[in-house]
């Protein structure tokens, strides 16, 4: 069965650092990989997706991933976070020929940005 | 444009009580699903459903039952409510192929004492 994995449960960090999350998961054939991001009190949005490609993926906000196939990754890195990205992020995963489009969440990746 | 709706947002069961959480979307979707989010744990899927009368389970579907009737509608029942399932519940929905990944209603709070 697929799994994701997102070993850092909280991140804390000042403003204008930069960010790296780590993501990695489980299934060996083709995949289509997601970060989400939940902003307290609200519902999960799409920062980005990478279904094939270029393997750097630019989403909303400035964010950026990077699937690197051989390490079964995809990192989630913005270059000089905000106060205002404070929000638990989650990697997720989707078996590329599943027929049902289900998607398999991390655990999630709590940020905290010190203003 | 309302997206995807869950009612209600918040409710408080007693162990043994029964309820129904109603997803609606109105973006002519096939694709369902229901998640409940705890803490530490992530989304963990709990059925879903790939069109009007069919339905699946997920990685956590003891303890509760679904139906698609009706195409833009999916319901979460829980029959016997338990401690166990005090949760936020998300209900989500796509197109075939995920092109936009899935759109996520604002969550239905359930605490059962």
């Known amino acids: 069965a697929q799994s994701v994995s997102q070993h850092n449960h909280h991140v804390i960090l000042s403003e204008a650092a930069s960010l790296e999350l780590g993501c990695n998961y489980s299934?060996?054939?083709?995949?289509?990989l997601f970060w989400y991001v939940q902003y307290p009190g609200q519902h999960l949005q799409l920062l980005l997706k990478y279904f094939s490609g270029d393997p750097l993926v630019k989403g909303i906000k400035g964010f950026e991933a990077e699937f690197i196939k051989s390490k079964f990754s995809f990192n989630l890195r913005k270059p000089s976070v905000q106060w205002s990205d404070t929000a638990e992020y989650f990697c997720a995963v989707n078996e590329g020929r599943s027929s049902a489009s289900k998607i398999i969440f991390g655990s999630g990746t709590r940020l905290s940005i010190r203003p | 444009n309302a997206g995807v709706t869950q009612t209600p947002k918040f409710r408080v069961l007693k162990t043994g009580q029964s309820m129904t959480l109603l997803c609606a979307q109105d973006m002519n979707h096939e694709y369902m699903y229901w998640y409940r989010q705890d803490p530490g744990m992530g989304l963990r899927l709990i059925h879903y459903s790939v069109g009007e009368g069919t339905t699946a389970k997920g990685e956590v579907p003891d303890g509760y039952n679904v139906s698609r009737l009706k195409k833009q509608n999916f319901l979460l029942g829980l029959e016997s409510a338990a401690p166990s399932q005090t949760s936020v519940y998300f209900c989500?929905?796509?197109?075939?192929?995920?092109?936009?990944?899935?759109?996520f209603g604002s969550g239905t709070r359930l605490t059962v004492v």
């Open positions: 299934y060996g054939g083709t995949v289509n």
């Open positions: 989500a929905s796509s197109p075939p192929g995920l092109s936009h990944g899935y759109t």
